[in-house]
């Protein structure tokens, strides 16, 4: 049976262009030929069978990936993939094991784990692994090349690309499915805008892209810099993000680096949550960015998230510290008999709702977990501590 370019079946359908486009052998790989070039130090390696762990580092679609199969290819080994993000420490013990047990060794080698994001990795999952990659960063002047098309301006397609192979080779093919009928086909910077019609996102928000704007965004509120947060919060926005992932983000900055600064930044930045999540895009964008550029104009302290942090690890370690009896509840005439509540002095019955009783257990009297910072708040907060507990915080 014949079938037309509108009827072809679904399983006879060419894979996507990078899929077609990604090299079988070390030969057909572009980049870093230093390295896997004829009589490189990886390429002899792999040659002579002793492969030894090592790690591939680079951006988003620069072929870490596709290195790692043709590694396995070339020396017939079977290949296993993990991902830092989506698997837990019983996946890599489990291919771990098995290797160890001889199961995987159907090839003439032991197999190949590729770990990717492997930074990623918490200490628990480190712990159960001993193993790491090495670099292989691909030239995409040098991949257009490969394409029998007439490539007149290239800054467009760099531009878009954003230096990711995939995304350049996805773009590519963009592009030339819009020129079918033209012959030659020329590609120049207006055409390539003129086809993706500036709707090709290049946050890429399940790679190393989506982590950096993040960080820059956090560390831009953070740093007490609008302009720059409000830029990040567009980058992030531009590519998809999901607007209630960084309303969260928002209301974390603001408890964990606005603080008792400024208390009312919390309550904007949830309200900026619910808002979103009531409104969606495009108008949320408008709350983002008014919370957004209020969080990074806002004095800073990190006070609660020290203290918090502080009264954590102190907790760990005092978990048998006994409450005074007089803080104790006493819902029993026993519990009253042993002293349970008695000698507690309610604040609201003395003078300015303040009572001089120690609440820490015995061996904790005199900690300081709060620690007030140089902030126009604060500095109140400071005050009435001093009137209360000059013993503790006179200084």
Request: hydrophobic share 40%; with cysteine.
């Amino acid at each position: 049976m014949a079938f037309s370019d509108e009827d072809t079946p679904r399983s006879t359908m060419l894979p996507p262009l990078p899929e077609r486009m990604r090299p079988a052998d070390l030969d057909g790989y572009v980049g870093q030929r230093h390295l896997i070039g004829p009589g490189s130090i990886l390429r002899t390696m792999i040659e002579s069978g002793n492969l030894s762990s090592f790690i591939l580092w680079g951006p988003p679609g620069v072929g870490k990936t596709t290195l790692a199969h043709i590694i396995a290819k070339t020396l017939d080994r079977d290949f296993y993939q993990l991902s830092a993000v989506s698997s837990g420490v019983k996946d890599v013990r489990d291919v771990i094991d098995k290797a160890k047990s001889g199961s995987l060794f159907a090839s003439k080698g032991s197999p190949i784990l590729f770990i990717d994001e492997i930074h990623r990795f918490n200490k628990a999952q480190q712990d159960a692994l001993l193993g790491a990659v090495e670099d292989g960063t691909i030239q995409t002047d040098t991949l257009l090349k490969h394409k029998k098309i007439t490539v007149k301006e290239t800054d467009a397609l760099f531009r878009f690309s954003a230096g990711d192979a995939r995304k350049l080779l996805n773009i590519l093919e963009i592009v030339v499915d819009a020129s079918a009928g033209r012959s030659p086909i020329v590609i120049d910077n207006k055409h390539v805008t003129e086809c993706l019609q500036e709707n090709v996102a290049i946050y890429d928000k399940g790679g190393e892209m989506h982590y950096d704007i993040i960080s820059a965004f956090i560390k831009s509120v953070r740093g007490s810099d609008p302009n720059a947060a409000v830029y990040y919060l567009a980058r992030m926005l531009k590519g998809g993000e999901d607007p209630l992932f960084i309303a969260r983000r928002l209301c974390i900055l603001a408890a964990e680096d606005i603080g008792l600064a400024n208390p009312n930044a919390l309550l904007l930045a949830n309200a900026c949550f619910q808002v979103v999540h009531s409104i969606g895009m495009p108008e949320a964008r408008i709350p983002l960015s008014e919370t957004t550029i209020y969080l990074a104009s806002s004095p800073k302290s990190n006070s609660a998230y020290l203290a918090v942090d502080a009264a954590l690890s102190l907790a760990d370690k005092t978990q048998m510290a006994a409450v005074p009896l007089y803080l104790r509840n006493a819902p029993t005439q026993l519990m009253e008999e042993l002293g349970y509540a008695d000698g507690y002095k309610y604040a609201h019955d003395f003078p300015g709702h303040f009572a001089d009783l120690e609440f820490m257990p015995d061996e904790l009297k005199g900690t300081r977990l709060y620690e007030p910072q140089p902030n126009k708040h604060e500095e109140s907060l400071k005050a009435y501590l001093k009137q209360c507990w000059p013993k503790y915080y006179s200084d």
